[in-house]
């Protein structure tokens, strides 16, 4: 095997941190004005009668505020999912309204920015986020209280910019923060099984790369100059796996692979297609633009298990160490430090496929490593979806939230289903809220690493 595919790690780990005071810099938002946004006609989805702004803030961010028609004087900044690849559209935030208006049906303002690049890139995302809200307080005005949402990867960013802006000793501009589906254990951790499904689906399919086709370390997602498309990914992972047919119409052999990805990776078979693609393009994002091309992940280390033969699946599939300063560079960018110092409650979907729920048992440890356990409280949900729950469920978050900043009664996961259950006489069904769920460890879901 080449030395490219086998190799070692030839400096200290200790380096990796020492690292971390060489990536990028911390550069917030200025003070300066910004530009008045532009009412604008609402998105689809919109309560009647809410009005609409948009605008491009002065680092380039596309955004877009929505105020209710009756305003209960309370904001949220909302942190969009992704990340989406590619140059930022403005369009972005008419989906993110859309699915998320049961805010402004709530009562709440929503301000959502789209972030001024696209790809991996958590800082910044968290300094367009912190941008927006000053942005509304300049222009709409100011609300008596500011609440931060952050879903799915921006979950990860809302818990940044928190970390950036309401850390302990800050005068916070935020009173509380909600995340929901979060992808919490940080880009070092949450990226792990990604990697593994590459090099298990390699070993199984051998079509990502084919034989015929010029060979690449997986964890580089992509050549820079890949003209590979998704629906030829997926074509490839039909040919393999057959994903979309139901088992009946399974080859033989094509059952057996699938069944080793799940039982080896604990993934559903209805995910591993859109794992396999953000294995791929994210993958070629973080190392393209986030870690100069160099390698963040490893599992030179890792034990396979799950399978028919675990021995022939360790001895066969590639291994990559990483490179620390790459590891250094995309830590200090993605992980989390859990130095909050407001209010923070999360939900999370049991089953869910993308966001495994197991996260949050990582961001409970960062939260408590950081002395900060008793702000955090997390609930979960008899979910088995990903980018929505249901509207009761978001109302009596937020209800919740507010009870902790206004009268310093904590919630618990028992006190927010009581309060979902009050809220379907308004918003509808949907409350599956289990307050007795505790997740597992994410070594119970990923192959560990040290």
């Not at 301000?111 to 696209?118: E, H, I, K, L, T």
Request: charged residues 20%; aromatic residues 8%; hydrophobic residues 40%.
């Amino acid at each position: 095997m080449s030395s490219l595919i086998r190799q070692r790690i030839t400096l200290p780990l200790l380096l990796a941190a020492a690292l971390v005071g060489c990536a990028q810099t911390h550069t917030p938002p200025t003070s300066t004005s910004e530009a008045a946004p532009q009412a604008s006609p609402c998105p689809k989805g919109t309560p009647e009668g809410a009005r609409c702004l948009r605008g491009q803030d002065s680092a380039g961010s596309f955004y877009l505020i929505v105020v209710p028609a009756q305003w209960n004087q309370m904001l949220v900044v909302h942190a969009h999912g992704g990340p989406s690849l590619g140059e930022p559209k403005a369009s972005r935030a008419d989906e993110d309204i859309e699915r998320w208006a049961i805010t402004v049906r709530a009562g709440y303002a929503w301000a959502g920015s789209v972030f001024r690049q696209g790809g991996v890139a958590v800082r910044s995302a968290a300094e367009d986020t912190e941008r927006v809200r000053r942005i509304f307080v300049q222009h709409v005005g100011q609300p008596s209280r500011t609440l931060l949402h952050g879903q799915s990867w921006g979950a990860s960013v809302a818990a940044k910019t928190a970390e950036l802006y309401a850390g302990p000793g800050m005068r916070s501009p935020y009173d509380a923060v909600l995340l929901s589906s979060g992808v919490l254990a940080g880009g070092t951790r949450s990226y792990d099984f990604r990697l593994d499904l590459r090099v298990v689906y390699q070993y199984l399919c051998n079509n990502h790369p084919r034989s015929d086709e010029p060979q690449y370390p997986l964890w580089m997602g992509l050549p820079v100059d890949s003209k590979l498309t998704p629906a030829e990914l997926n074509a490839r992972v039909e040919d393999c796996l057959a994903t979309r047919k139901s088992a009946a119409q399974r080859t033989p052999e094509q059952a057996r692979k699938l069944k080793m990805i799940v039982d080896v990776l604990k993934i559903p078979e209805s995910s591993v297609a859109g794992h396999l693609a953000w294995a791929t393009w994210h993958f070629q994002d973080i190392v393209q633009n986030r870690t100069q091309g160099r390698n963040p992940f490893r599992n030179d280390q890792v034990r396979y298990q799950g399978s028919a033969d675990d021995a022939a699946l360790n001895a066969a599939v590639l291994r990559y160490a990483a490179d620390p300063a790459a590891a250094a560079r995309f830590s200090e960018d993605a992980d989390l430090t859990g130095r909050i110092a407001i209010p923070v409650l999360t939900v999370h979907g049991i089953d869910d496929p993308t966001a495994f729920v197991e996260l949050e048992s990582a961001f409970r440890q960062t939260m408590e490593r950081a002395g900060n356990g008793a702000r955090l409280v997390q609930v979960f949900s008899d979910h088995n979806t990903h980018s929505y729950l249901s509207d009761p469920t978001y109302v009596a978050l937020f209800d919740a939230l507010n009870q902790w900043v206004e009268r310093g009664v904590k919630p618990t996961p028992a006190s927010v289903a009581e309060g979902c259950k009050r809220a379907e006489a308004t918003y509808g069904a949907g409350c599956k809220i289990r307050a007795d769920y505790q997740p597992a460890p994410l070594e119970a879901r990923m192959a560990p690493r040290q």
